[in-house]
């Protein structure tokens, strides 16, 4: 199928940074032409986007598609409390149908807020059924299961035999990487330090360097959970992840709210990725990254919502403004530009998947990840002489998100889904969280 978008304001995120009133082709998967003008095809739609602005996709690179359910579960509590009361009991009382429900629902949010690309880490049990969720829905994303085999408060049906562990992994990925020509991709998703044996962790190291896939995992969001690393494990997060050698280009940590020099040097020198999750780390009172210091070292830094029991929506249009707007106060106004932000969630959420060749900027022969964008409102007018990312990253919200393609195929167009039946979504999402609620012990 071919596709033009005709008239666009396009936001390219190229090197260059281009910005520029023309057209784009998409055939297939892929984007095949981009310039002011395209003439001379007949392709099988045309979209006149006069007035609007064409943007890539947004990348989300942590999310928990296995907790949208719990969402208004878990407020007003510190990370590890959040974790032992709500979260882990929920987790536990999942199965298959409120799994997908659950996934169905947070893709949903994420495609009408303009996200076409998820790093998602998921719960222990029943893993395949966020798989199905995702398949289904078109989404682009780099999941996992969760791997726990220790723990202190950890209910007994999410506590693991660590190969019953590595092997539900393996099987897995063996399924589901690179299924659908790459859209979906898997990664090891020990849930963090704490809640995993070093065997455990030593075999993911080997697992990711012999299937060459990526890591996912937490890293340094709380104080009280660095500290227990330490005493268990003689050393801080990062530097024991790179002690059992784990730290290297395929590692994705979110968080990493605190880190100190040395953990600094060596996530930049090993080239480890990191999530900065502002909405979640507000919430769950963990603290503020050092984003600023961070861009300044040359870590790899991109955008996530977390869940949405910590953060109670999957909007990356509220991580983009909190992102800029967090780090003013102690470091000035320009210390977290617009530009920054933006690239964060785009090109750096590329990066963040192993991506960047495919996704993350609008250019000839990458994959066609497209989002339209209509800002014609009260709110983000006037537009004369207002930046086009700036007017993006500070005005605009997911309302404004008209169309979302994915691998060239639209998941949902003029507001209206076409790969998810939002009232059957919405309807079994509350019978299930009823279903889990009702399973939990009592008192």
């Given at each position: ?5 005709k008239n666009a304001e396009i936001i390219t995120m190229n090197e260059k940074n281009e910005i520029f009133n023309g057209d784009l082709l998409i055939k297939a998967d892929r984007i095949v032409e981009i310039s002011k003008n395209i003439e001379g095809i007949y392709p ?49 009382v999942h199965d298959e149908e409120s799994i997908y429900y659950s996934a169905m629902l947070g893709i949903g949010e994420l495609i009408q807020s303009g996200t076409t690309a998820i790093i998602d880490m998921e719960t222990v049990r029943h893993t395949e059924y966020a ?185 990356m249009f509220n991580e983009m403004r909190l992102t800029a707007l967090i780090q003013k106060p102690a470091h000035g106004p320009t210390a977290m530009d617009a530009q920054k932000v933006f690239r964060m969630a785009t090109i750096g959420g590329a990066t963040a998947m ?90």
């Amino acid at each position: 199928m071919q596709i033009l978008i005709k008239n666009a304001e396009i936001i390219t995120m190229n090197e260059k940074n281009e910005i520029f009133n023309g057209d784009l082709l998409i055939k297939a998967d892929r984007i095949v032409e981009i310039s002011k003008n395209i003439e001379g095809i007949y392709p099988d739609k045309i979209i006149d986007a006069t007035g609007k602005t064409v943007i890539p996709g947004l990348i989300q690179s942590h999310i928990h598609l296995c907790q949208t359910l719990f969402r208004g579960q878990g407020d007003d509590l510190e990370l590890l409390d959040w974790l032992s009361k709500k979260i882990w009991p929920l987790e536990a009382v999942h199965d298959e149908e409120s799994i997908y429900y659950s996934a169905m629902l947070g893709i949903g949010e994420l495609i009408q807020s303009g996200t076409t690309a998820i790093i998602d880490m998921e719960t222990v049990r029943h893993t395949e059924y966020a798989f199905r969720a995702i398949a289904e829905s078109g989404i682009r994303a780099l999941a996992g299961k969760v791997m726990m085999d220790q723990g202190e408060g950890v209910p007994l049906s999410l506590l693991e035999e660590t190969n019953e562990s590595i092997q539900e992994s393996v099987d897995l990925l063996e399924k589901w990487n690179n299924y659908d020509n790459g859209r979906i991709k898997y990664a090891f998703s020990p849930r963090f330090v704490i809640s995993c044996s070093e065997d455990l962790l030593s075999e993911v190291r080997d697992l990711s360097n012999h299937y060459q896939v990526m890591v996912h995992t937490h890293a340094s969001e709380n104080l009280k959970e660095i500290e227990i690393v330490e005493n268990e494990r003689g050393m801080r997060n990062i530097v024991y992840l790179d002690h059992i050698g784990l730290a290297n280009q395929r590692l994705i940590l979110a968080h990493c709210v605190w880190l100190d020099d040395e953990e600094k040097r060596i996530i930049r020198e090993k080239g480890v990725k990191v999530s900065h999750c502002p909405g979640s780390n507000l919430k769950l009172a963990s603290g503020i990254a050092e984003t600023p210091d961070l861009l300044d070292k040359g870590v790899f830094l991109s955008l996530g919502a977390d869940g949405a029991p910590c953060n109670n929506n999957l909007d990356m249009f509220n991580e983009m403004r909190l992102t800029a707007l967090i780090q003013k106060p102690a470091h000035g106004p320009t210390a977290m530009d617009a530009q920054k932000v933006f690239r964060m969630a785009t090109i750096g959420g590329a990066t963040a998947m192993g991506l960047e060749n495919e996704i993350g900027s609008l250019e000839v022969g990458k994959k066609a990840d497209v989002v339209i964008l209509d800002l014609n409102d009260f709110h983000t007018y006037p537009s004369k002489d207002v930046d086009p990312i700036s007017r993006i990253v500070y005005s605009a919200t997911r309302g404004d998100v008209e169309t979302t393609i994915i691998d060239g195929k639209f998941v949902m167009e003029n507001r209206i889904m076409n790969t998810i039946n939002k009232s059957i979504v919405l309807k079994e999402s509350n019978k299930s969280i009823k279903r889990l609620l009702d399973r939990l012990p009592k008192g």
